[in-house]
């Protein structure tokens, strides 16, 4: 099970962090990707954390300004997210991969698990 938390309303530059505690596996085994959908639009693909947490990737939209990381221990990967953008507006999701090397959030067949997913809506 995946249970996101952390969306809101944020306004433009502003910043928020997404977390996404798990339970029924552990962290160091799975792949966790991060997708968001915004109205009227397909799901993509933004940032994924491999299991080993040595690789990370992101969708060029969000680099640098999308961080994800993760703690192992609290069963928790976080999305951070900077400077947002009204275009961030979407349902987040995170999503479970059994890939035990790299990540890819591109692949989201790959994803076996997903959450209910989060809100975020940008706007002054």
């Known amino acids: 099970q995946l249970v996101e938390s952390g969306g809101g309303l944020v306004q433009p530059g502003g910043s928020l962090t997404l977390s996404c505690v798990v339970s029924?596996?552990?962290?160091?085994?799975?792949?966790i990707g991060w997708f968001r959908q915004a109205p009227g639009k397909e799901r993509e693909g933004v940032s994924c954390?491999?299991?080993?947490?040595?690789?990370?990737n992101y969708v060029g939209s969000v680099q640098g300004r999308f961080t994800v990381s993760k703690n192992n221990a609290k069963n928790t990967v976080y999305l951070q997210i900077n400077n947002v953008k009204p275009e961030d507006t979407g349902v987040y999701y995170c999503?479970?991969?059994?890939?035990?090397?790299?990540?890819?959030?591109?692949?989201?067949?790959?994803?076996?698990?997903w959450g209910q997913g989060t809100q975020v809506t940008v706007s002054v």
């Open positions: 999503a479970r991969s059994d890939r035990k090397i790299g990540c890819s959030m591109s692949r989201q067949w790959e994803y076996q698990t």
């Open positions: 029924g596996f552990t962290l160091d085994e799975n792949a």
């Open positions: 954390i491999s299991a080993t947490g040595r690789t990370t």
